[in-house]
């Protein structure tokens, strides 16, 4: 596969993919943040807004009508279930009051390995698997409604 040219998505996926794509970009500011050495608390601050009113929405729209339509013992649905379930628990630490470098760069990877999964393998298997009826009958309840409303661009410049 050719990383440089763009994936084509069927139009049920597409808000997926665009949740996809500004969780790429947080993740981004994250990694720009811990170039510059800004305070960790302001990084840590971020991910916790985000983490909290987007990323956890859009994995429960895939949990609730996604993944659902692939067999319980599907083992893509097994994997990112429990990516899932991983990312959300380093989701939650994040809120703790003394993070390290180190979970803030393990919370990056984990999130856009998975991103990266979702998008290589699974989006193009739940295509070629599932009917396009059911697909598109999920993706009535996808969003991708994006707020990039964060007053403290970090990732620009150290305060």
């Not at 597409?14 to 305070?39: C, M, P, T, Y």
Request: aromatic share 12%.
């Amino acid at each position: 596969m050719d990383k440089n040219k763009p994936i084509k998505r069927s139009e049920a996926l597409k808000a997926l993919s665009k949740d996809h794509h500004f969780n790429l970009l947080l993740i981004w500011k994250i990694r720009q943040g811990l170039k510059l050495n800004v305070e960790l608390l302001r990084i840590k601050n971020f991910i916790a807004h985000f983490f909290n009113e987007q990323i956890l929405h859009h994995f429960l729209e895939e949990e609730s009508y996604l993944f659902c339509l692939l067999p319980e013992d599907e083992p893509l649905r097994l994997r990112v279930e429990s990516e899932h379930s991983a990312i959300k628990k380093i989701g939650a630490a994040i809120s703790e009051e003394n993070i390290s470098e180190n979970k803030i760069e393990e919370f990056a990877n984990l999130l856009e390995s998975h991103i990266r999964f979702e998008e290589r393998t699974l989006f193009p298997y739940i295509e070629k698997n599932v009917s396009y009826e059911k697909l598109a009958k999920a993706s009535t309840y996808f969003t991708a409604e994006h707020s990039d409303d964060w007053h403290d661009a970090f990732w620009l410049k150290v305060k």
